[in-house]
């Protein structure tokens, strides 16, 4: 057969044309794969044939088979040969056909993150929440301007800017402080404050919050404050009635006080509940504000403290009493009525007296120049009347007027303006009242 093929390579190099040359090329290409194709099946049947032997040797191999690395086949024998799970198990994998996946939050810090494809961007401002010490600083202002112009909405509207977070309670609590050392009508506020709050920025966990911690402060309290017991139990017993506090409040404390201060205020607060208990509010526990009185009732007040005054002599009371009142627009009354009392008074003691309490007032400010003269001139243009029962009241005044100047109590000018009588001169004791011209 070789030297066939070398006679016949031997005539083709030297007979054929180049086509039929190039032709036999690829039939001689295409016999040698066959070849090759005839070796490669007959190595495999020769391997099969040796690991049939080997299994035949192995014992714990199941059905006589050696097991193959990475094959999804059962060992035991059981199964059909799929791959785990449907193909969505395993490291790697997308997860079964159809499956639905939840949907991602976008990575700022993914590199194919797109700022502009997530939408508009939203900016928020983010309040830092006020610790202990920042919140004294923040809160005392706002309770002193509302002690000022007494709206309720503007403190909401000031809370709603603040992040109290946790101290939100403590509002409460830093309110009644400042209110137990101002005035009455400074409680008063509070206790509308409170009423207000209650359901819209605070709630009543927060309130009952706020008078436990008050409760527990309350000998500190004391210390600026001597009546802040009974102050703190009238604020309970308001706080109650509005409905600012839970009306179990009072029941948590009985037999578990031991401080006697909070005791004190708690019997307080009880004790006025159980007077108003008809009321739905006690809405008369700081009593009226000052501009909110009734012009009768402020004019019996001033009376009566200047009637003690005249019993007593203590100047201090009159002012406190008078600082109580809480109308220095309406002081002229009470020079009004003072001096009136002069005219109706008898012997020179209430004079002296009258003008220094008149003095002291104008020394410290509490009665202005402008109320001091319109309460002189309220009398001098009444002094007729006044005349008619008090004979000798025109002569009393010019006296008094004269001594509240040399005191300098009054003006020269307010003096000058004094009406005067002048002295009657009668013709002869029986011409019948006759005066001459």
Known sequence: CVPDEAALEAEVNGNW???????HEARLKAKAKRRVRKSSSRSESLSESLSGELADGDSHSPK????????????????RGLPKKGGAGGKGVWGAAGMVYEVEEPDVKDPNYDEIAQGDTVYATVVPELDERELEKTVNPIVQEYFEHGDTKEVQMLLRELNLGHHKYEFSSLAVSLSLEGKASHRELTSRLLRDLVGKELSESDMARAF???????????LDTPE???MLGQFIARAIADHALPMAFLDRYKGKVDCDHARAALDRAAVLLSMKREMVRLDNVWGVGGGLRPVKHLVKEMNLLLKEYLVSGEVKEAERCLRDLEVPHFH??????AVVM???????TAVKMMCKLLQAFWKIGLVTVDQMNRGFQRVYDELPEINLDVPHAHSIMESFTDLCYQESVITKQLRDSCPSRGRKRFVSEGDGGLIKN
Do not use: C, F, W
């Open 17 to 23: 044309t180049p086509q039929e040359k190039a032709l």
């Open 64 to 79: 006589g088979k050696v097991p193959v690395p990475n094959d999804r086949k059962s060992r035991t024998g059981k199964g």
């Open 212 to 222: 436990d911690k008050i409760l527990k402060e309350l000998p500190d309290l004391m």
């Open 228 to 230: 802040a017991p009974q």
């Open 332 to 337: 002229h009354e009470l020079v009004y009525e």
């Open 342 to 348: 002069v005219l109706e008074s008898k012997g020179d």
